[in-house]
């Protein structure tokens, strides 16, 4: 991550109340991902897999997309892209609680596998990269029914050493689907470093293998997040197929809370990185510059996502378990065997 730019772009055609928005949703996702680290850490939820460092890329990419509309195949640390997409703050926790009411499954599946049927949110499987041949699959039916809708799908830069990697970009691009590969990259899978993963500088370099642009940019510097995907989304619109963009994020938290990271990771690389390269900050910094946030806005920004956070994990915290005879729903088929 060294080498990104530190200056952030400028956007004249995001407004300051988008900008605000942006912000407050990146705010939002951060303070429930710390709210689940204390949660876990009490025994009152099973894991927690992080989304810190990575809410830029996230919310600066899914506001180029029409939430509801087309598309979108979340990968596990994806909580600020599925806020963002219209998610509440409220399903989230029932995700984490594995309540009744969870959108996703019904308090089914481990938290993080995020889905909703009503804003075409697809809920993914723990294997990576399964998800990418699946988007190749839904974007292939929305061309075949003419339907103006694109497909965006997430995944971390360890999917890509993965066959279902190469087979859903070579599918997608020998059949111009209206799709979008978003590799957020960490330079981390678990504990191989990106040195170990492959042999190349950046994933983007892959995209030529199956003739599609293939672009890196700074998750760090939210705008130009959007504004490369706002490119990506206008070509899949348009009938002009794929896009591979891969946006350099970093992973301030371990892999999940079932693992330690500084087993493994230099302290003084993180340390780096949460001066540097941290989305939030550089993005409130940003706003700062503009003159779109200040102090009595942070606070009242602080003040509401506090309260959000609150209702939230107290909501999820009450709400039922899923009944046990429902143990086998969805499991086995619920037909009446032939006679």
Same mark, same amino acid.
């Given at each position: 991550?060294?080498?990104?730019?530190?200056?952030?772009?400028?956007?004249?055609?995001?407004?300051?109340?988008?900008?605000?928005?942006?912000?407050?949703?990146?705010?939002?996702?951060?303070?429930?991902?710390?709210?689940?680290?204390?949660?876990?850490?009490?025994?009152?939820?099973?894991?927690?897999?992080?989304?810190?460092?990575?809410?830029?890329?996230?919310?600066?990419?899914?506001?180029?997309?029409?939430?509801?509309?087309?598309?979108?195949?979340?990968?596990?640390?994806?909580?600020?892209?599925?806020?963002?997409?219209?998610?509440?703050?409220?399903?989230?926790?029932?995700?984490?609680?594995?309540?009744?009411?969870?959108?996703?499954?019904?308090?089914?599946?481990?938290?993080?596998?995020?889905?909703?049927?009503?804003?075409?949110?697809?809920?993914?499987?723990?294997?990576?990269?399964?998800?990418?041949?699946?988007?190749?699959?839904?974007?292939?039916?929305?061309?075949?029914?003419?339907?103006?809708?694109?497909?965006?799908?997430?995944?971390? !830069?360890?999917? @890509?050493? $993965?066959?279902?990697?190469?087979?859903?970009?070579? *599918? /997608?691009?020998?059949? #111009?689907?209206?799709? =979008?590969?978003?590799?957020?990259?960490?330079?981390?899978?678990?504990?191989?470093?990106?040195?170990?993963?492959?042999?190349?500088?950046?994933?983007?370099?892959?995209?030529?293998?199956?003739?599609?642009?293939?672009?890196?940019?700074?998750?760090?510097?939210?705008?130009?997040?959007?504004?490369?995907?706002?490119?990506?989304?206008?070509?899949?619109?348009?009938?002009?197929?794929?896009?591979?963009?891969?946006?350099?994020?970093?992973?301030?938290?371990?892999?999940?809370?079932?693992?330690?990271?500084?087993?493994?990771?230099?302290?003084? !690389?993180?340390? @780096?990185? $949460?001066?540097?390269?941290?989305?939030?900050?550089? *993005? /409130?910094?940003?706003? #700062?510059?503009?003159? =779109?946030?200040?102090?009595?806005?942070?606070?009242?920004?602080?003040?509401?996502?506090?309260?959000?956070?609150?209702?939230?994990?107290?909501?999820?915290?009450?709400?039922?378990?899923?009944?046990?005879?429902?143990?086998?729903?969805?499991?086995?088929?619920?037909?009446?065997?032939?006679?």
């Amino acid at each position: 991550m060294s080498t990104q730019p530190q200056t952030l772009a400028q956007a004249p055609e995001l407004p300051p109340a988008d900008l605000l928005k942006m912000h407050y949703l990146m705010l939002l996702a951060r303070r429930l991902d710390e709210r689940m680290w204390l949660l876990n850490r009490q025994g009152k939820i099973a894991f927690v897999i992080s989304c810190q460092g990575h809410e830029g890329a996230q919310v600066g990419t899914a506001w180029a997309l029409r939430p509801g509309i087309d598309w979108v195949l979340p990968y596990y640390r994806d909580l600020a892209l599925v806020l963002a997409l219209k998610m509440t703050p409220r399903e989230i926790m029932l995700g984490a609680f594995a309540r009744a009411e969870d959108p996703s499954s019904g308090g089914r599946q481990m938290p993080s596998h995020y889905g909703s049927p009503r804003l075409k949110i697809v809920s993914g499987s723990s294997p990576v990269a399964t998800k990418i041949p699946h988007a190749a699959g839904v974007a292939l039916a929305c061309k075949l029914r003419h339907e103006d809708a694109v497909t965006a799908v997430y995944f971390g !830069e360890g999917s @890509t050493s $993965q066959g279902d990697f190469h087979e859903g970009l070579n *599918f /997608a691009a020998v059949q #111009r689907l209206p799709v =979008v590969f978003v590799c957020e990259n960490n330079e981390w899978a678990i504990s191989t470093p990106l040195s170990k993963e492959m042999a190349i500088e950046r994933v983007a370099q892959r995209g030529s293998a199956y003739g599609i642009p293939g672009e890196t940019v700074n998750g760090s510097d939210v705008v130009k997040v959007y504004q490369a995907m706002k490119q990506a989304v206008a070509r899949a619109r348009q009938g002009e197929g794929p896009t591979l963009l891969e946006v350099l994020t970093v992973r301030l938290t371990s892999h999940s809370s079932d693992d330690n990271q500084f087993s493994y990771r230099p302290k003084e !690389e993180l340390q @780096t990185e $949460q001066e540097h390269h941290e989305p939030l900050a550089a *993005f /409130a910094r940003y706003l #700062r510059q503009a003159g =779109v946030l200040d102090t009595p806005k942070e606070q009242e920004l602080e003040a509401r996502v506090a309260a959000e956070v609150d209702d939230a994990t107290a909501y999820a915290e009450r709400a039922a378990p899923p009944a046990p005879e429902s143990l086998l729903d969805h499991v086995y088929a619920d037909a009446e065997p032939q006679q």
